[in-house]
């Protein structure tokens, strides 16, 4: 059964850092890319920053210069690194498989106090 599990959310003060993992199994890892995604209360879901099979990286603007998406294919694992966190990035951080195969993990809560 393929299902992605993250790992590694919780509460943080303002300038801290927090690395958010994601194990995926029950598909091919290494030939998809790969996102985190964060969802506020009252607000949609948001893409945070994503990473192609080829290593190639993409993130939002209010991500750029502080998160770092990376990826081990030997573990099966995408890594989200989180430096200088703002209570404006409090949420529910999700880690989800973009392609070729599609798939949402259950989320992981960062909450960042000021």
């Known amino acids: 059964q393929a299902q992605l599990v993250e790992s590694g959310g919780g509460l943080v003060q303002a300038g801290e850092s927090l690395r958010l993992s994601c194990a995926a199994s029950?598909?091919?890892?290494?030939?998809?890319?790969m996102g985190w995604y964060r969802q506020a209360p009252g607000k949609q879901r948001e893409l945070v920053a994503s990473?192609?099979?080829?290593?190639?990286?993409n993130y939002a603007d209010s991500a750029k210069g502080r998160f770092t998406i990376s990826k081990d294919n030997a573990k099966n694992t995408v890594y989200l690194q989180m430096n200088s966190l703002k209570p404006e990035d409090t949420a529910v951080y999700y880690c989800k498989a973009i392609q070729p195969f599609v798939l949402w993990g259950q989320g992981t809560q960062v909450t960042v106090s000021s």
């Open positions: 990473i192609t099979s080829g290593g190639s990286t």
């Open positions: 029950g598909i091919i890892f290494s030939i998809n890319a």
